[in-house]
């Protein structure tokens, strides 16, 4: 429902989670014209900072604290956003609108934007809750790992994830060795194709990173990690990279619907109409796939924070866009756009020993989901394809002499 002028000068928003969501949602609140009182709470020390930098740039050195900051500590001050770090909220009081604290503060609202966003999970063998176990996620991860890495260092990344690999591509360009285990037959087996994988584990290995498959972990230690078959990798520090959960456990006591994450509609409110959800915690409509999806990126991230800032104003919702996410290794760009969720067969455009190729998932003639390495054409065309539904010739998509243009034009 749009909110009167008054009511918006009158309205209390308070923000739970001060990462890319929750920032961005106070900035386009103010962006969209709410003059309300804006209250933005985070467990973190620092302002809302950008996580994916965190295994790249930040680690490698390339980038520090300001480059990682969304926005100056400033703005918050400029745009009457009242910030508060270093904060926990405990539990939500939905019928009185109050959010208490770790140490009993209460905190009432008059709308609420939940954006604690996902928990990592921990490795369930011995030693998965030792407190010297690496883990990548926030600020404070990414110093810890930083400072076990360098020439002469050895890491153990369990999980190979896309957060794992680029972990071992950083380790490798501080001249630290690294080898990656794990479970599955194939890294990357559960978000990309298999000849992403093939492609990914070759660039590695070329590199000096060791990669271990159908690795079962039976226990970890500062030192190294034990597998089912008695080997036992030795390290100076072990990363656990296995996934994330939706950090849901704060909106359960506020009695949300929760399916694997919070529940919600397009404007990113929840089964409370004074409550809103966005980031990694919910599970959200994606009508460019006609399904619901639990998504883990910046670009929903955003999303989200424009659909919450859009709903609470009054204004017109932004247009659907269709999932896309990223990830840097070497001097490998991958970029992928929508999700492989019913595609029935695969199209491959170029060639990978090339280094610069696309893989298209197709459901009958139409895309839903390209994985482009190095190729901006592939991945920018594939996602309009994708958000137009437009029907595609699967030969002359895997024709390079043929533009996506034209291959968009059909």
């Given at each position: 429902?749009?909110?009167?002028p008054?009511?918006?000068?009158?309205?209390?928003?308070l923000?739970?989670?001060a990462?890319h969501?929750?920032?961005s949602?106070?900035?386009?609140l103010?962006?969209?014209g709410f003059?309300g009182q804006?209250v933005?709470a985070?467990?973190e020390?620092?302002?809302?900072?950008q996580r994916?930098?965190l295994?790249?740039?930040?680690l490698?050195?390339?980038?520090?604290?300001?480059?990682?900051?969304?926005?100056?500590?400033?703005?918050?001050?400029?745009?009457?956003?009242?910030l508060?770090?270093?904060v926990?909220?405990?539990?939500?009081?939905?019928?009185a609108?109050?959010?208490?604290?770790?140490?009993?503060?209460v905190?009432?609202y008059d709308?609420?934007?939940l954006?604690?966003?996902s928990t990592?999970?921990?490795?369930?063998?011995?030693?998965?809750d030792h407190?010297?176990?690496?883990e990548?996620?926030?600020?404070k991860d990414?110093?810890?790992?930083?400072?076990?890495?360098g020439?002469?260092?050895?890491l153990?990344?369990?999980?190979?994830g896309?957060?794992?690999?680029?972990?071992?591509?950083?380790a490798?360009?501080?001249?630290a060795?690294?080898?990656?285990?794990e479970r599955?037959?194939?890294?990357l087996?559960r978000?990309?194709?298999?000849?992403?994988?093939?492609?990914f584990t070759?660039?590695?290995r070329?590199?000096?990173?060791?990669?271990l498959?159908?690795?079962?972990v039976?226990?970890?230690?500062?030192d190294?990690?034990?597998?089912?078959?008695?080997?036992?990798i030795?390290?100076?520090?072990?990363?656990?990279?296995?996934g994330a959960?939706?950090?849901?456990?704060?909106?359960?006591?506020?009695?949300?619907?929760?399916?694997?994450?919070v529940v919600?509609d397009?404007?990113?409110r929840t089964?409370?109409?004074?409550?809103?959800?966005?980031?990694?915690?919910?599970?959200?409509p994606?009508?460019?796939?006609?399904?619901t999806?639990?998504?883990?990126s910046?670009?929903?991230?955003l999303e989200?924070?424009?659909?919450v800032?859009?709903?609470?104003?009054g204004r017109?919702?932004p247009p659907?866009?269709v999932p896309?996410?990223w990830?840097?290794?070497?001097?490998?760009k991958?970029?992928?756009?929508g999700?492989p969720?019913g595609a029935d067969r695969?199209?491959?455009?170029?060639?990978?020993?090339?280094r610069s190729?696309g893989?298209?998932?197709l459901?009958?003639?139409?895309i839903v989901?390209?994985?482009a390495v190095?190729?901006?054409?592939?991945f920018m065309?594939?996602?309009?394809l994708i958000?137009?539904?437009?029907?595609v010739d699967?030969?002359?998509?895997?024709?390079?002499a043929v533009s996506?243009?034209?291959?968009?034009?059909d």
């Open positions: 429902m749009a909110h009167a008054y009511l918006r000068r009158m309205t209390k928003v923000i739970i989670g990462g969501a929750g920032g949602a106070a900035a386009f103010r962006q969209y003059e804006i933005l985070g467990t020390a620092a302002p809302p900072y994916p930098l295994s790249k740039a930040w490698k050195g390339e980038a520090g604290l300001e480059d990682l900051l969304l926005r100056p500590e400033s703005f918050y001050v400029e745009q009457t956003i009242e508060r770090t270093g926990t909220a405990t539990a939500i009081d939905a019928a609108k109050t959010v208490t604290f770790d140490g009993g503060a905190e009432p709308i609420l934007i954006a604690t966003g990592l999970r921990k490795l369930p063998v011995a030693g998965g407190p010297d176990i690496l990548l996620r926030t600020l990414a110093e810890r790992l930083k400072a076990a890495l020439p002469g260092r050895r153990a990344v369990v999980g190979g896309y957060v794992g690999l680029e972990a071992a591509a950083s490798r360009a501080l001249g060795e690294a080898v990656v285990i599955m037959d194939r890294v087996a978000v990309a194709s298999e000849t992403l994988s093939e492609f070759t660039e590695h070329a590199r000096g990173v060791e990669i498959t159908g690795a079962a039976m226990g970890v230690a500062p190294g990690v034990s597998l089912s078959d008695g080997r036992v030795a390290a100076d520090a072990v990363l656990v990279g296995i959960d939706a950090c849901d456990a704060l909106a359960a006591t506020a009695g949300l619907t929760c399916e694997g994450g919600v397009e404007s990113a089964s409370d109409p004074s409550i809103y959800a966005i980031g990694d915690m919910t599970r959200r994606v009508p460019a796939l006609d399904l999806w639990r998504l883990e910046v670009p929903n991230a989200q924070a424009k659909q800032a859009a709903a609470i104003v017109a919702p659907a866009e896309w996410f990830s840097d290794q070497y001097d490998l991958l970029q992928i756009a999700l969720t695969q199209v491959v455009r170029g060639d990978p020993a090339a190729f893989v298209f998932h459901n009958g003639d139409r989901c390209v994985e190095n190729a901006p054409p592939e065309g594939g996602k309009q958000g137009r539904r437009t029907p699967g030969e002359r998509l895997a024709d390079p996506m243009k034209a291959v968009a034009a």
